[in-house]
């Protein structure tokens, strides 16, 4: 299973590093990307508890992330900000290292997804 999560992580790391470097000095200045950091790291650690007869089960809202990310920011700077504050949420709950890492590509590759097709 380690070899899988770290081949993900590694293919994040190289979208990530492509994003960042895409992106203008212009994107990073004001209050927008502290923002839009900020909610992503408020989505990933909401957990909505809903229940279905005797079972309990918790949804987290984060592709919603991504969408805002997108929408108010350049395709290149959403990826920054989904990959840097879905990491930080991550190590903020206290994850294991490996589902940390893990989400936080998943979450990497699906804004360059959703960015590549905005």
Excluded: D
């Excluded at 299973?1 to 004001?30: C, D, E, H, W």
């Excluded at 949804?59 to 991504?66: D, E, G």
């Amino acid at each position: 299973m380690k070899p899988y999560v770290y081949s993900v992580a590694a293919l994040a790391a190289i979208v990530f590093l492509s994003a960042a470097l895409r992106t203008n000095s212009q994107a990073f200045a004001g209050w927008q990307p502290i923002l839009l950091v900020l909610l992503v790291v408020a989505l990933h650690s909401t957990n909505i508890v809903t229940r279905i007869r005797a079972t309990l089960h918790g949804i987290i809202p984060m592709s919603l992330a991504v969408l805002v990310c997108i929408t108010y920011a350049s395709p290149s700077a959403a990826v920054v900000y989904t990959g840097i504050g879905t990491l930080v949420a991550k190590l903020i709950i206290r994850l294991p290292r490996i589902k940390a890492i893990f989400n936080a590509s998943n979450e990497t590759l699906a804004a360059a997804a959703a960015g590549a097709a905005a």
